[in-house]
């Protein structure tokens, strides 16, 4: 699941997330961590300008100091970026970051990665936003290297260039997983060529075979017999029956008929669901994850 609290735009974030802060986010991770969730994820923003603050908000934590926080609080449950705005930043900076992170949450790094949205984030930091596409193919090219097993990695690359620099601690994970996030063609063409797994972005349940198709076609096309992990973002859940109104598009009931619907993107060909729950508090959102973990993903 994607954490609340560490990003607060107005299309998902709850009212009492605004109050919350911290102490939140461990009880949270630490639930996430007992029920067997496989990931928490947290997302990257570096500046929001003020045309776009009224609906995306400017809460957003930054993702590397967020999951490492978190992992010094759980144990098993895996940290993803979802996503690292990695062209915004040079592929050693964040081979630096997140090597760092895999080396001290013992190989519990999922790196996900998107080309972002924002221009005025590129802009500040000189980053060509027109051209962000080209540059997060090669940081993805230059991060294989980069976050490989070699203390001084090699890429020759058209923006980056670099070798005979080194850099440790490496990552406990003799691979750390990319996944890619996003839906455009761009982004898909990007997770089938490049990618070690796929995050689809705002893909209706209709539209996600039709994409998943694509995907794996064009991974066969580009010659890579790699598994590639296919995610998909479901509907707001509550488990059980709300007194209150969550909201038409939430899927809500029994165990049981949560999963006969959850099932249907298993069938699709997806890998692994990102959830998320409607909450009126903290307390009422560790419960619902607490459920799910107990009474709906043992149905998966």
Do not use: N
């Not at 519990?108 to 949205?117: C, P, Q, S």
């Not at 959850?262 to 607490?290: C, K, N, P």
């Amino acid at each position: 699941m994607q954490l609340p609290v560490q990003s607060q735009s107005t299309m998902y974030a709850e009212a009492w997330e605004a109050d919350a802060g911290p102490a939140d986010l461990v009880e949270i991770a630490r639930t996430a961590d007992r029920s067997g969730f496989d990931y928490v994820a947290s997302c990257d923003h570096v500046a929001i300008p003020r045309r776009l603050a009224a609906a995306m908000s400017t809460v957003w934590y930054d993702p590397v100091a967020t999951l490492g926080f978190l992992a010094g609080v759980t144990e098993r449950v895996r940290l993803l970026s979802h996503v690292a705005v990695v062209g915004l930043r040079h592929p050693l900076l964040t081979a630096k970051q997140y090597a760092t992170l895999d080396h001290l949450s013992g190989g519990r790094l999922i790196l996900g990665v998107g080309a972002g949205h924002v221009q005025e984030e590129f802009e500040v930091l000189g980053v060509d936003f027109e051209r962000r596409g080209a540059v997060l193919d090669e940081c993805v090219d230059a991060l294989r290297a980069a976050l490989g097993p070699d203390e001084f990695p090699t890429h020759h690359g058209k923006l980056y260039d670099f070798e005979g620099l080194g850099q440790q601690p490496r990552p406990a994970q003799e691979r750390v997983p990319v996944w890619v996030g996003g839906s455009s063609p761009a982004a898909v063409r990007r997770a089938a060529v490049r990618g070690d797994g796929w995050l689809p972005q705002g893909d209706p349940r209709d539209r996600l075979p039709e994409q998943i198709a694509r995907v794996r076609r064009l991974r066969e096309e580009a010659g890579v017999s790699d598994p590639l992990t296919v995610g998909a973002i479901t509907e707001p859940l509550y488990v059980g029956e709300p007194g209150w109104s969550v909201g038409r598009r939430t899927l809500t009931g029994a165990p049981e008929a949560l999963a006969e619907s959850l099932g249907a993107y298993q069938a699709m060909g997806v890998h692994q669901i990102q959830v998320r729950f409607r909450s009126r508090s903290r307390s009422e959102l560790t419960d619902q994850m607490a459920a799910f973990g107990a009474e709906v993903a043992p149905l998966l």
